[in-house]
């Protein structure tokens, strides 16, 4: 559980400090912002959630590395506990933006 939530804080805190949050905003308010790097950042995330999926759930990764498959709670709580790289990265981007 731990890795897959390191994992998932880091796909958190990817998507907090790319254009991807800025773009969805601006586009609520009506506005329109390209977002050049969309489609590496979906392939990006989508291909580590697959290879998560494999490394904690088939039977040949889980005897190689001495885990266990998780549920849908475990997997929720990972989540959980991804989600406050949301809060580091703004503070982050607050006292050393990328601009």
């Given amino acids: 559980m731990a890795i897959q939530a390191l994992?998932?804080?880091r796909i958190f805190y990817l998507l907090s400090i790319s254009q991807?949050?800025?773009?969805?905003?601006?586009?609520?308010?009506g506005m329109r912002q390209r977002i050049n790097?969309?489609?590496?950042?979906?392939?990006?995330?989508?291909?580590?959630?697959?290879?998560?999926i494999?490394?904690?759930?088939?039977?040949?990764m889980n005897n190689l590395f001495y885990t266990a498959p998780l549920n849908l709670n475990q997997w929720l709580i990972c989540l959980v506990f991804g989600l406050p790289m949301v809060l580091v990265s703004a503070l982050v981007n607050r006292f050393d933006p990328l601009d």
């Fill in 7 to 9: 994992v998932a804080g």
């Fill in 20 to 29: 991807l949050g800025s773009a969805v905003i601006a586009r609520v308010r």
């Fill in 37 to 52: 790097d969309a489609s590496a950042i979906g392939i990006g995330i989508a291909c580590t959630v697959i290879l998560q």
């Fill in 54 to 60: 494999i490394f904690s759930q088939w039977n040949l």
